[in-house]
């Protein structure tokens, strides 16, 4: 089985792992990698989203923050505070340090971000095939007002510095209309036998991958069933401030509104249900927790088979749950 995944950071990490687990080794995984996120600090390329993936997949995550390296120091963040350099509120551990660096050698030598995640990936052994959006240079920036002054920061700055407590008015993937695809994802959609959306970010992580010319048509066009897993619990994110950007592109935080956003691939064009003003529409499944089995006749009411099942990845074990019940949805539109 081939399975296309379109993973942010965290949790699209977490629930590759128990992806892994519930198919085992003989199934074909590849991961189309936000890049939205890359920040260029200390003169360094930093990619969190693709780290973070390879880190969790490779057993050096630091399990309790969800990013960064297990059992980490960080002499090298606190000589660079002596001089006076920052900024200080983005946090690079000794060891993630030594990432960045080589990665940052390889680009200049001229080697594509593709081929420089694939280097590292040698490494990790992540067990899947990890491929970044596009090797061009896309980074989301948010439009916020501060100080009586619109102005567009980073995401990292947004999410991390600021802790998105200022309104997110607009998200905008800086370059992504003039990035291409890199090298293998748009063949990797054509030849998948199941996509899938992880319950990541759907503005700047999946959505910012989808903002990629080519990508979101390859995914509307495919011949495998796509389906998704809602980030979303109970009106709230399961993990982070997702709530903040759904808001910024006119999203209510529920379940019910992320899915009619992506929309339904079943739905006729020019109809509401068909991708939230974004053109065609993706899915053909949608997972839902069975805190919101509420939302399953909405959803299916915007054209977009649903189902309700337990979505808190609090383990791996119950993460592979997941995974299986997105497959077997895949299954059923399938059929049907």
């Not at 000794?94 to 080697?111: N, S």
């Not at 379940?255 to 739905?267: D, F, L």
């Not at 053909?284 to 088979?305: R, S």
Request: aromatic share 6%; charged share 20%; with cysteine.
């Amino acid at each position: 089985m081939r399975i296309v995944v379109l993973a942010g950071g965290i949790g699209g990490a977490r629930f590759l792992r128990g992806l892994k687990e519930a198919v085992g080794p003989q199934a074909d995984i590849t991961v189309i990698g936000n890049t939205g996120d890359d920040i260029h600090l200390f003169g360094l390329k930093v990619c969190p989203d693709l780290d973070t993936v390879m880190y969790t997949l490779g057993g050096g995550i630091h399990e309790e923050q969800g990013w960064g390296r297990a059992d980490e120091s960080f002499a090298v963040k606190d000589e660079l505070k002596a001089y006076g350099v920052g900024p200080e509120w983005f946090g690079l551990g000794d060891k993630d340090f030594a990432t960045h660096i080589v990665r940052t050698q390889m680009l200049g030598a001229g080697y594509p971000l593709s081929a420089v995640t694939e280097a590292l990936c040698a490494r990790w052994q992540p067990g899947v095939r990890l491929i970044p959006m596009s090797d061009d240079r896309v980074e989301t920036h948010v439009l916020i007002e501060q100080d009586g002054a619109k102005k567009a920061v980073h995401f990292q700055e947004f999410w991390v510095k600021l802790h998105a407590t200022v309104p997110a008015e607009a998200i905008i993937p800086v370059g992504a209309e003039s990035a291409r695809p890199a090298p293998g994802v748009l063949e990797a959609i054509a030849e998948a036998d199941v996509i899938l959306f992880p319950p990541s970010n759907p503005v700047v992580s999946v959505g910012t991958i989808l903002a990629v010319p080519g990508i979101r048509a390859a995914v509307a066009a495919a011949a495998a069933p796509v389906v998704g897993l809602s980030p979303i619990i109970g009106a709230a994110p399961v993990r982070g401030m997702a709530d903040k950007v759904l808001a910024a592109v006119g999203v209510e935080t529920s379940a019910a509104a992320v899915a009619r956003h992506y929309g339904s691939r079943a739905a006729a064009p020019g109809d509401a249900s068909g991708g939230g003003g974004q053109g065609a529409g993706l899915l053909d499944g949608w997972l839902v927790d069975e805190a919101d089995a509420d939302a399953v006749a909405e959803v299916e009411a915007a054209g977009i088979p649903c189902r309700a099942v337990p979505l808190w990845m609090t383990d791996v074990e119950r993460t592979a749950a997941m995974a299986r019940a997105a497959l077997e949805l895949a299954e059923a539109v399938r059929r049907a």
